[in-house]
DNA sequence: TAGATTGTTAATCGATTAACAATC
DNA sequence: TAGATTGTTAATCGATTAACAATC
């Protein structure tokens, strides 16, 4: 219940799961104490930046010793609030709802799908990861059954729209979004865009200022 | 051929295909000209951002009058390098590696997959999306075949690193990592993540962070 | 105490924003 | 010419980084 001292930037709130992550990896090496420079580099940042954000939680390490991996990883968690239950839907159960319902990386994080939600009739009750679709007009219910807070579009791009007008409608105000468009809120809501085409072009942006690619380049192929 | 005068910022790179996508969709509504207000609205950014991000291209806009959307749209497609083709190979079809195969976003923006690949001998010769699984084995081949500079890697996160690396022996040096797992690279190589459990903790952090969720709301539900 | 490493300070860098001169 | 809107300037804000004092 202890409130963080100060707001928290956005990068760092972004970076927090990374850390998580890296701490998960360095325990299931065994590793219970580690410093920032391992840390760091576990995660794929610099020290310094690590270091200046766990400052903006608190003061988790010790100095001349570092940081017991556990502890430090009960802090972030409890930081993000991964320490409740965060009830989820998803709606559009195509090959993304399909992948994302089968995600593991969500249910080990307290993330707990309670429903799979499509608008096609003819796969209602069809299970997947054990959970059966239902169809979208239940979302209300759902919701205020379960509270859940957090929706996932994983629908075509024509639909994701209406849907999340109904989410919100039934009171959900945090929604991830896989359909390729923006979607309008009110400001309350908050909205994370994972756009795949998008991912793609700033690599190919990148690519493209590259050395050109050299054919029969000093590659080695083949290393099978 | 024309070289850009200046770097682009990275923040600005990340938007321009946001910027391309609001562009198709007034094209779609017969749009044929618009403002940097409009454009930006379309976009979800303020326009005082769209025009400075705009202007790191060069002057594609008319004072007094706008944008053309054609135009506009031609010359960021250029920028990013869109109006050349981009052979992808994807590697790991599970659902994921399924549902980008399929996604139509990849390839109506010049991102050709070329191959996709599993270690899974199984289910070799599956066609997903028209295109038959091939063995992990013939990346190396396949890429020096098509040219392949950019690499999809949708495994489970233990078998990820592994995947880059013979990626890059391959000579691939732009990959777009939908594991959980940082991949560690040389510096001339391009690593994008797209980190699927991340996003939902970044939600649950702000959501955390609202106005306690009062049970029977202000909402308006079962809005049909 | 001496060595190690954190947490913080301050400098630097990059991104955002508002305002407006240029110009259609 | 008058109105509209871009492209640019300059101010502000936030993020990164290096260096180091605090302290285990």
Redesign the interface.
């Known amino acids: 219940m202890t409130v963080s001292p100060t707001r928290i930037p956005e990068a760092t709130?972004?970076r927090?799961?990374?850390y998580?992550?890296?701490l998960n990896?360095l325990l299931d090496s065994d590793i219970r104490s580690c410093s920032s420079e391992e840390l760091a580099t576990?995660?794929?940042v610099n020290s310094a930046k690590l270091r200046k954000d766990l400052s903006h939680l608190g003061s988790y390490g010790t100095r001349g010793v570092g940081y017991d991996v556990e502890y430090l990883r009960y802090q972030i968690s409890r930081?993000?609030?991964?320490t409740?239950d965060?009830p989820?839907v998803i709606v559009g159960i195509?090959?993304?709802g399909?992948?994302?319902a089968?995600?593991s990386?969500?249910s080990s994080?307290?993330?707990r799908t309670v429903a799979l939600l499509d608008a096609d009739e003819s796969r209602h009750g069809e299970l997947v990861a054990g959970c059966p679709i239902r169809d979208f007009?239940e979302l209300?219910?759902i919701?205020?059954e379960h509270?859940v807070?957090?929706g996932?579009i994983a629908t075509p791009a024509s639909a994701a729209q209406a849907v999340c007008d109904?989410m919100i409608?039934?009171?959900i105000?945090?929604?991830?979004n896989f359909a390729?468009?923006?979607l309008?809120v009110p400001e309350?809501v908050?909205v994370?865009m994972?756009?795949?085409?998008?991912?793609?072009?700033?690599?190919?942006?990148?690519?493209?200022r590259?050395a050109p690619?050299v054919?029969?380049?000093p590659?080695?192929?083949?290393?099978?």
Chains 1, 2 share one sequence.
Not at 79 to 82: K, S
Not at 219 to 224: D, K, L, P, R
Request: hydrophobic share 45%.
């Open positions: 709130v972004a927090l799961p990374v998580l992550r890296a990896s576990a995660a794929g930081e993000i609030g991964l409740q965060w989820v195509g090959n993304l399909h992948a994302l089968n995600f990386g969500f994080r307290g993330f007009g209300g219910q919701v205020r509270g807070a957090i996932v109904q409608a039934a009171g105000r945090s929604v991830l390729p468009t923006v309008s309350d908050d994370r994972v756009d795949l085409s998008s991912e793609l072009q700033i690599l190919a942006y990148h690519e493209q590259k690619h054919e029969g380049a590659g080695t192929e083949g290393v099978a």
